[in-house]
């Protein structure tokens, strides 16, 4: 097995068996960040802290994308073994939502108002000697 290192650094913990997405969250104001950002989107101010986002949310939209992700999204995929994939919203504790890759694929699986939970998966490999980890969401009922 290839080394993991995170696709993108300060996404979500790494390593960790319980792993949580990272944002901000503005100390002036309360509003929540993801990714993090060094200021806030609300009131401006730039008092920001890095704060736990948790790892359990709701299916707030979704759909389906039939075609393959263009670059930096791209996988190890193939026109040949590319597998259509869902593509939602979550919403989490804080109210946040947040875009991302589902485990599941099928109208007949994904429906708004679904638990789900945060899994760290497999992207692709950097030509380095690495595999690169992302995070996706799947239903927490199907665990």
């Given at each position: 097995m290839l080394p993991q290192k995170p696709l993108h650094p300060g996404l979500?913990?790494?390593?960790?068996?319980?792993?949580?997405?990272?944002?901000?969250?503005?100390?002036?104001?309360?509003e929540h960040a993801f990714p993090s950002q060094s200021s806030c989107r609300a009131c401006s101010s730039e008092h920001t802290e890095i704060v736990g986002l948790g790892n359990?949310?709701?299916?707030?939209?979704?759909?389906?994308?039939?075609?393959m992700p263009k670059a930096p999204y791209h996988t190890d995929e193939t026109p040949e073994s590319f597998c259509p994939y869902g593509v939602g919203y979550i919403e989490l504790a804080s109210g946040?939502?947040?875009?991302?890759?589902?485990?599941?694929?099928?109208?007949?699986?994904?429906?708004?108002?679904?638990?789900?939970?945060?899994?760290?998966?497999?992207?692709?490999?950097?030509?380095?000697g690495n595999q690169l980890m992302t995070f996706q969401f799947r239903s927490a009922e199907a665990l």
């Open positions: 979500f913990t790494w390593p960790d068996s319980a792993p949580e997405l990272l944002g901000s969250r503005c100390v002036d104001c309360g359990k949310g709701t299916l707030w939209t979704w759909t389906i994308q039939s075609f946040i939502k947040v875009e991302s890759r589902l485990h599941e694929n099928s109208t007949d699986t994904l429906r708004i108002g679904l638990p789900m939970k945060l899994e760290i998966v497999p992207v692709r490999d950097d030509g380095e």
